[in-house]
């Protein structure tokens, strides 16, 4: 369904070599589920910041990465359907999100929802600074949601892996609006890539898999 011929990945480097070296504190990104992350993470507690969202976005979002990186080849509601299945690469979802969920009251253990980051990015950045022992004033917070605005970080070369991608897939490609590593970032965007069929498929599978966790969704 999907492949890394050109190396995509590798282009990266070897993010385990660049990690070991950097100096503490440090900042590490990784879309792992809890248990394949290392044992230290029970012991010496660092902090997290896990940030969760709507599976319906989450799954549009993950197709298109797939087409761009992978060269998917498949139809979106087979994709949508494999993804429901946990047979997409990045499933269980449900595994992975709750696996943060259920530490979420633990005090090394911030849980957001990119939905309230979308709505009140503010008080998300107040939110994130406290858990992180940090004071914030507010000049600093007007700042930082200008420098974090979806289309300051779409152009935000640090982020949006164009420069590797051109390497990779060459500039035409890459004039392509579709071709960006960093999209939309709109919330409900699924309503643009699924029939109501799909949407309330995807809304019984959330519903069956969150019973009883306290967790929900817009």
Not at 20 to 38: G, N, Q, Y
């Amino acid at each position: 369904m999907s492949h890394d011929e050109d190396g995509f990945t590798q282009a990266l480097g070897d993010s385990v070599d660049l990690v070991a070296s950097m100096p503490s504190p440090r900042f590490i990104k990784s879309h792992l589920t809890w248990d394949l992350l290392p044992e230290q993470m029970s012991t010496v507690k660092p902090k997290v910041v896990y940030v969760a969202r709507n599976p319906k976005d989450m799954c549009v979002s993950y197709y298109h990465y797939c087409q761009l990186v992978h060269r998917l080849t498949g139809g979106f509601e087979e994709f949508a359907e494999l993804f429901m299945q946990d047979k997409a690469p990045v499933g269980p979802i449900w595994r992975h999100i709750l696996s943060f969920w259920e530490k979420r009251d633990e005090p090394n253990v911030l849980f957001l929802k990119y939905e309230d980051m979308k709505r009140d990015l503010p008080s998300q950045i107040r939110r994130t600074a406290e858990f992180l022992g940090k004071k914030i004033d507010d000049e600093s917070v007007e700042k930082l949601v200008d420098y974090l605005s979806f289309d300051k970080m779409k152009k935000n070369p640090a982020v949006n892996l164009e420069v590797v991608m051109a390497q990779k897939y060459g500039e035409e490609r890459m004039a392509n609006a579709d071709a960006k590593f960093i999209r939309k970032g709109q919330v409900g965007d699924y309503k643009n890539h699924m029939s109501d069929e799909m949407i309330a498929k995807f809304d019984a599978w959330t519903e069956e898999n969150l019973a009883g966790t306290g967790l929900s969704f817009e």
